[in-house]
Each structure stands twice: as structure tokens, then as C-alpha cells.
């Protein structure tokens, strides 16, 4: 628990631009950012796939930067995306604090938890 004193927290929106083509902020992760950067006494990221980066990209921040934390932002129509992000996260040798939040997360929640029993579901907002 010593490394969550000064975590490294990587916040992530995910992205599918064939189904969802126009862009939509990522309050949700922003607003956390936001938060953490004001209270917590280590380093916050952000990545929004809406902006470029895949899911390659991702996990290359991982690998590169060790985040502590990483919380992922989905919504209707990325569930393939995250699950494939899941099975990634879970099978490393560090496996971070995984949170997941968003409109998908919070309706496929029980399939989550089965699927990756490691996982912390949020399903209210983020500052409660």
C-alpha cells in the first residue's frame, strides 16, 4: 500500500469512432482528474481515445509509465474495447488498481465482476 501514498493514476476514455462518429467530452474522467490533481499527492494522466490514441497506445503508457491506478471511462458500445483492455491489464506482472466507471460499466456490472473479480466497479459519480 506504500506506492497509493503517491500514486501514479492513469485515467482512460475509451472510444469507438464507427459507432459513436462525434466526439463527446469525457466528463466523467475529467472531472476525477480535476479532483485528483488538487488532492492527491502524486501524478495524474489522462488518454481519450477520441483524440487519437488506440488501444496499443494505452497499453504502451502502461508498460512505459507503471500507473499505480488505472481508471477506465465506458460507455454503450465499448464493451469489446474494455474487455480486451481488461484482459490485458490483469495479465501483467504488476497488475494496477483497476476502476471502472461509466453508463456501460454500471449496466454490465455483474458480468464485469464475474469476468474480472479484480475489478472495482463505480456506479454513482466519482466524488462520492
Not at 506506492?3 to 492513469?10: G, N, Q, S, T
Not at 466528463?27 to 482528474?33: E, P, Q, Y
Not at 488532492?39 to 494505452?58: K, P, T
Not at 460499466?105 to 472495482?120: G, H, I, K, M, T
Amino acid at each position: 500500500m506504500g506506492r497509493l501514498r503517491a500514486p501514479r493514476l492513469l485515467l482512460v476514455a475509451l472510444y469507438h469512432p464507427e459507432i459513436f462518429p462525434l466526439p463527446r467530452f469525457p466528463l466523467g474522467i475529467s472531472d476525477l482528474a480535476r479532483a485528483a490533481r488538487a488532492s492527491l499527492h502524486g501524478q495524474v494522466r489522462l488518454l481519450d481515445m477520441q483524440l487519437g490514441v488506440d488501444l496499443e497506445g494505452i497499453l504502451d503508457e502502461v508498460e512505459q509509465w507503471r500507473p499505480d491506478i488505472i481508471g477506465i471511462s465506458a460507455t454503450f458500445g465499448q464493451h469489446d474495447v474494455m474487455a480486451e483492455l481488461l484482459d490485458h491489464l490483469t495479465t501483467l506482472e504488476s497488475v494496477p488498481l483497476l476502476i471502472a466507471g461509466g453508463s456501460l460499466v454500471a449496466r454490465n456490472q455483474e458480468l464485469l465482476e464475474r469476468s474480472f473479480p479484480d475489478l472495482l466497479v463505480c456506479r454513482g459519480a466519482g466524488e462520492e
